[in-house]
Nanobody
Framework: QVQLVESGGGLVQAGGSLRLSCAAS????????LYWYRQAPGNQRELVAS???????NYPDSVKGRFTISRDNAKNTVYLQLNNLKPEDTAVYYC??????????WGQGTQVTVSS
């Protein structure tokens, strides 16, 4: 059984930081490309970071320079460091694991709320 479990969300003031974690089980973690998405109420789910099997990371302009994705294959965990948070970063954050020979796997999400 495959599970992706996010943690680390919470309430933080604008300008603050959080570190999200997504622990995976049931997959060969190291061969999966990993993503973080977020979804705010009334909005579509949007991609905020990705990291390939070799460690190459990509970000949209909206979070570039503030968010950092990393992975620890030994711990089957992907992280998202959120710095200089803004109220518009408030959303549920989800991790996703993908591989060309597999279905996509999603976590259940963790809430991030940024107060002004």
């Amino acid at each position: 059984q495959v599970q992706l479990v996010e943690s680390g969300g919470g309430l933080v003031q604008a300008g603050g930081s959080l570190r999200l974690s997504c622990a995976a089980s049931g997959i060969v973690f190291s061969v999966y490309t990993l993503y973080w998405y977020r979804q705010a109420p009334g909005n579509q789910r949007e991609l905020v970071a990705s990291i390939g099997t070799g460690g190459t990371a990509n970000y949209p302009d909206s979070v570039k320079g503030r968010f950092t994705i990393s992975r620890d294959n030994a711990k089957n965990t992907v992280y998202l460091q959120l710095n200089n948070l803004k109220p518009e970063d408030t959303a549920v954050y989800y991790c996703k694991a993908t591989h060309w020979a597999s279905v996509d796997y999603w976590g259940q999400g963790t809430q991030v709320t940024v107060s002004s």
